[in-house]
C-alpha cells in the first residue's frame, strides 16, 4: 500500500493472514489537491471502500476508483459519504483518488476505509471439519457482533468529529459577533459622552461680553 506523504493523520493497517486486508485512515485534503491511495489486488477477490468528509466547505469530494487497464469501477462527484462494493476483475494496482479540485480555499478532512478480500474467521472454526460446538458457535458470534460495534463506533466518532468541529467553528463566529458588538457599544457610548460634554461645556454669553 502505497500513501502519499504528508497527507496522512492516523493509518491504521490490519493485515489477517494473506487473504483479507483492511486499511483504516484520516487525511487532510488541501484545497485545489488530488490524493491518490494505492492497492494491489488480486483477481476475481472482492473488495469494499467506504468514505465520509468529516469537515471542510461543504462536506463534499470527489471520488474515482481505477482499476490497473484504466477502467473507472466508481465515479462519483461532490459527495458527503458513500460506501460501493467491487470484485477485481484483473489482477494489479487499483487506485482511489479523492479530490478536491474544486474548492480554491476550502481544506476537508475525509476519512476513508478499504477492505480487501473476505474477513477471517476465528482461528481453528475456518477449516472445522465437524459440526461447530456449542461454544464454538457462541465465540463465532461474539466475533461477528464485536465487529459490528467497532463499524458503529467508527460512525459515532465521524459524527462526533463533524459535530465538533461545527460547534467550534460556532463558537468562533459568536465570539467575533461579540467582540464586534462590544466594540460598537463602547464607541456609542463614547460619543454619548462627548455630546452631553458639549452640552454642558461653558460658553460665553451675551450678557458677559456686555
Not at 78 to 89: E, N
Request: with cysteine; net charge negative; aromatic share 10%.
Amino acid at each position: 500500500m502505497y500513501i502519499a506523504p504528508l497527507v496522512t493523520i492516523v493509518l491504521v493497517t490490519l493485515i489477517s493472514g494473506i487473504f483479507s486486508k483492511s486499511v483504516e485512515l484520516t487525511f487532510e485534503l488541501p484545497d485545489s489537491a488530488v490524493e491518490c491511495f494505492y492497492q494491489e489486488i488480486e483477481q476475481n477477490t472482492s473488495a469494499s471502500l467506504e468514505y465520509q468528509v468529516i469537515t471542510g466547505g461543504q462536506y463534499d469530494v470527489d471520488v474515482k476508483v481505477e482499476g490497473p487497464n484504466k477502467q473507472i469501477i466508481y465515479q462519483q462527484q461532490k459527495m458527503q459519504y458513500d460506501s460501493h462494493q467491487f470484485t477485481a476483475q484483473h489482477t494489479g494496482v487499483y487506485k482511489v483518488c479523492f479530490s478536491n479540485e474544486f474548492s480554491t480555499f476550502s481544506h476537508k478532512l475525509v476519512y476513508m476505509e478499504l477492505n480487501v478480500g473476505p474477513e477471517q474467521p476465528l482461528p481453528g472454526i475456518g477449516e472445522h471439519a465437524t459440526v461447530l460446538t456449542q461454544l464454538e458457535t457462541s465465540a463465532d458470534e461474539i466475533h461477528s457482533a464485536l465487529n459490528r460495534i467497532i463499524d458503529h463506533q467508527t460512525h459515532h466518532r465521524l459524527r462526533e468529529a463533524q459535530g465538533r468541529k461545527a460547534a467550534e467553528y460556532l463558537n468562533e463566529r459568536v465570539f467575533w459577533w461579540s467582540m464586534c458588538e462590544t466594540v460598537a457599544i463602547v464607541c456609542v457610548a463614547f460619543a454619548q459622552v462627548m455630546v452631553l460634554k458639549n452640552f454642558f461645556s461653558d460658553r460665553p454669553t451675551l450678557y458677559n461680553k456686555m
